[in-house]
């Protein structure tokens, strides 16, 4: 990635207020998953290390766990990754737990109730 994208992500990392659907948010999106390597699934990753009170890891067991449908790698886009997010984030609300938390649980739920991927 470049150093550019290095620097909104530090950016990011530091504003206190920031949403999930703020332009630069998408911005940083955008340019990660242009990056050699990095898809959506590792942008949300990289996303959660910087603010994991906020971006939670999208991934196909923890999708398919709160959706009910596996995506394909092809299918993910950041209008997904938006309402994946957003989602999630009511889940944490509603259970009063830390949102860093919840796309794990999914993760692992899936993991012994869903079976391979």
């Known amino acids: 990635m470049s150093d550019e994208t290095l620097a909104k992500l530090n950016e990011l990392s530091t504003m206190d207020g920031l949403t ?3 332009s630069r948010v998408k911005a940083v999106i ?3 998953v242009l990056s050699q390597g990095i898809g959506f699934p590792m942008a949300s990753a990289i996303l959660k290390f910087i ?5 939670p890891i999208i991934d196909v067991r ?5 959706t009910g ?5 092809a299918t993910y886009s950041y209008e997904k990754y938006i309402s994946y997010a957003e989602k999630v ?3 944490a609300r509603k259970l009063n737990r830390p949102l860093r938390e919840i796309d794990e649980q999914l993760y ?5 109730y869903n079976g391979k991927i």
């Not at 692992?108 to 012994?112: A, F, T």
């Open 20 to 22: 999930l659907t703020d």
């Open 69 to 73: 449908v596996q995506p394909s790698y």
């Open 30 to 32: 955008d340019e990660l």
């Open 51 to 55: 603010k994991p009170t906020l971006f």
């Open 89 to 91: 984030a009511d889940v």
């Open 62 to 66: 923890a999708y398919r766990a709160l």
């Open 108 to 112: 692992c739920y899936d993991k012994l």
